[in-house]
């Protein structure tokens, strides 16, 4: 399985888990462009604007999943224009919105960080292409990884335990 979906499976499941133990926490996975186009070619679907929508505390949270295997930098260009768009926009419209970024590199070398739309639009418009890790260290949220292979996510919606 390829590590973007890998870390999404996981993404998803940490999500369930905490519906599971909040009452007030609702989850839902958006569908991508290709679900729609692998069901009917001729199907025209607006872009994604996200992986995941969680909802608590009222707001509204939209999550985007990176996945990388390199060891020292992530390249910034696999995330798409229109991601940092609809996840910037979703802040204006008071929402919440976070990138997480997934490093898999060599065995057992996991790490997770979320990160702003803000930090990803400023990279993207500064010219980046190679990030490296300590960027998302130090301007993100290190994720906590849990037995299972799930993440821990509350601090991306406060929830504390």
């Known amino acids: ?35 729609f186009q692998y069901v009917n070619k001729n199907i025209i679907q607006p872009k994604s604007p996200c992986d995941f929508m969680a909802f608590t505390g009222g707001y509204s949270y939209f999550i985007e999943c990176k996945s990388s295997q390199r060891t020292k930098s992530y390249d910034i260009r696999y995330i798409k224009d229109h991601q940092v768009e609809a996840l910037l926009k979703h802040e204006r419209c008071g929402g919440r919105s ?28 500064e010219g980046c292409k190679g990030v490296t890790y300590n960027i998302f260290e130090s301007h993100g949220v290190r994720l906590e990884r849990l037995k299972g292979g799930l993440w821990d996510l509350n601090c991306l919606f406060a929830i504390t335990k």
């Open 1 to 35: 399985m390829p590590s973007g979906n890998l870390f999404e499976d996981e993404t998803r499941n940490s999500l369930k888990k905490i519906e599971d133990a909040e009452e007030n926490f609702m989850w839902l996975r958006y569908p991508d462009t290709r679900m």
């Open 98 to 125: 976070w990138f997480l970024i997934n490093r898999r590199c060599g065995r057992g070398k996991i790490d997770a960080w979320a990160v702003k739309p803000k930090l990803i639009d400023t990279l993207l418009k």
